[in-house]
């Protein structure tokens, strides 16, 4: 089969051991390619949305290191060069903190870190979740907490405003009487 398929200069194969397949695939495309594909889609559009939001809109939008979060997940051979992708997108975006590659199973990988099953993952992306909830629940509060010190600091002034004019109705009528009597 390969000597058949030989003729075409962009394929390549792939054997796994562990399963008995035999992978043909294009040699420029795969999970690496796309991973950077997606990469530079989305890192596009967030500096669309940054470019859009400013007035100036010759101005350099850079994103912050905490815009990003980069988790890639993978469980064979074929996911290495992803990871690969992946950890050379952190370089280049200087996100060192944000961005994580987890291989399932221990064997050797190109991954950061490595989960023993399945299951696994479920629990850190359930672990990630509640953790986001958190974050932004304890955000809203204490927006909402600014909003009631907000509205507080513009009915004191409110009121203020008001004992002010009092004030100054009262003694105006007071001099007004003063004058009247002299």
């Given at each position: 089969?390969?000597?058949?398929?030989?003729?075409?200069?962009?394929?390549?194969?792939?054997?796994?051991?562990?399963?008995?397949?035999?992978?043909i695939l294009p040699k420029d495309i795969h999970k690496g390619t796309a991973a950077m594909t997606i990469l530079?889609?989305?890192?596009?559009?967030?500096?669309?949305?940054?470019?859009?939001?400013?007035?100036?809109?010759?101005?350099?939008?850079?994103?912050?290191?905490?815009?990003?979060?980069?988790?890639?997940?993978?469980?064979?051979?074929?996911?290495?060069?992803?990871?690969?992708?992946?950890?050379?997108?952190?370089?280049?975006?200087?996100?060192?903190?944000?961005?994580?590659?987890?291989?399932?199973?221990?064997?050797?990988?190109q991954s950061q870190y490595y989960l023993s099953n399945q299951m696994d993952i479920v629990w850190l992306l359930?672990?990630?979740?509640?953790?986001?909830?958190?974050?932004?629940?304890?955000?809203?509060?204490?927006?909402?907490?600014?909003?009631?010190?907000?509205?507080?600091?513009?009915?004191?002034?409110?009121?203020?405003?008001?004992?002010?004019?009092?004030?100054?109705?009262?003694?105006?009528?007071?001099?007004?009487?003063?004058?009247?009597?002299?």
């Amino acid at each position: 089969l390969k000597r058949l398929l030989d003729w075409y200069h962009n394929v390549t194969f792939q054997r796994y051991d562990h399963s008995r397949l035999l992978e043909i695939l294009p040699k420029d495309i795969h999970k690496g390619t796309a991973a950077m594909t997606i990469l530079d889609n989305i890192v596009t559009e967030i500096e669309k949305e940054k470019q859009n939001e400013g007035n100036n809109k010759n101005k350099t939008v850079t994103m912050a290191k905490n815009d990003i979060f980069m988790l890639a997940v993978g469980n064979d051979r074929s996911d290495e060069k992803m990871f690969e992708a992946i950890e050379l997108a952190k370089e280049e975006l200087n996100a060192d903190n944000n961005v994580f590659t987890i291989s399932i199973g221990l064997k050797p990988t190109q991954s950061q870190y490595y989960l023993s099953n399945q299951m696994d993952i479920v629990w850190l992306l359930q672990t990630l979740c509640n953790a986001l909830q958190q974050k932004y629940a304890e955000q809203a509060a204490k927006q909402m907490e600014q909003v009631q010190r907000q509205k507080q600091q513009q009915s004191d002034e409110k009121e203020a405003t008001q004992s002010h004019m009092e004030m100054k109705y009262m003694i105006t009528k007071l001099l007004r009487q003063q004058q009247i009597q002299n």
